[in-house]
């Protein structure tokens, strides 16, 4: 493993999104995370992170069988800093185009960010509140990405990954432990 880290960290590739047919869900995520960590190794912009980390997520997605490779959408909303109340702003994604503010507690994304825990919603018409920026999305994870900036132990949320799916029930538990890992990898690789 140390030497693909090594081999992707010396020059990016687009291979580096092959996913090979037939793959699980479990392996496709453990790939995944053995490539963005690569990826992010001497990197710590979290732009350029987070558009190589929608990429291999949306590539990752298109590789797997139904449900999986029905999300419509796989990408990131970050703490907008311009904003005089805490909301998100739209960050690097794959997909079509999306609403690009979101006030914490608001819809899904806000709702995660607020509480700075996962929202897994297997019907998006059932979750109060809902933000439809894509009439196609059935349902939808949401992850915090949280990090410590003060060093205090008052830990704060800085983006979260938002994943969607035009089908009903397109997320389980194993993405949730998966993307959550991400999430993890993530907070600790960028200079938030």
């Known amino acids: 493993m140390e030497d693909c880290r090594n081999r992707i960290t010396r020059q990016v590739h687009a291979d580096a999104t092959n996913f090979a047919d037939g793959i699980t869900k479990e392996d496709a995520y453990e790939q995944l995370l053995m490539l963005a960590e690569g990826l992010f190794t001497g990197q710590r912009n979290w732009v350029c992170n987070l558009s190589n980390t929608a ?109 969607d799916c035009a089908d009903l029930n397109g997320f389980d538990e194993v993405d949730k432990k998966h993307l959550e890992q991400l999430a993890q990898l993530l907070a600790r690789s960028c200079d938030w």
């Not at 794959?94 to 006030?103: L, N, S």
């Open 55 to 163: 990429s291999l997520l949306w590539h990752a997605y298109k590789s797997l069988p139904s449900p999986s490779n029905a999300v419509n959408w796989a990408g990131f909303y970050v703490l907008d800093p311009a904003s005089s109340s805490p909301q998100l702003i739209l960050g690097p994604f794959q997909g079509k185009v999306a609403c690009q503010t979101i006030p914490f507690g608001r819809g899904v994304c806000g709702t995660a960010a607020q509480s700075q825990a996962t929202q897994l919603v297997a019907d998006v018409e059932s979750f109060p509140g809902h933000i439809a920026c894509d009439g196609d999305s059935k349902s939808e994870i949401v992850v915090p990405i949280v990090v410590d900036r003060a060093g205090n132990g008052s830990p704060e949320v800085v983006a979260i990954i938002d994943v």
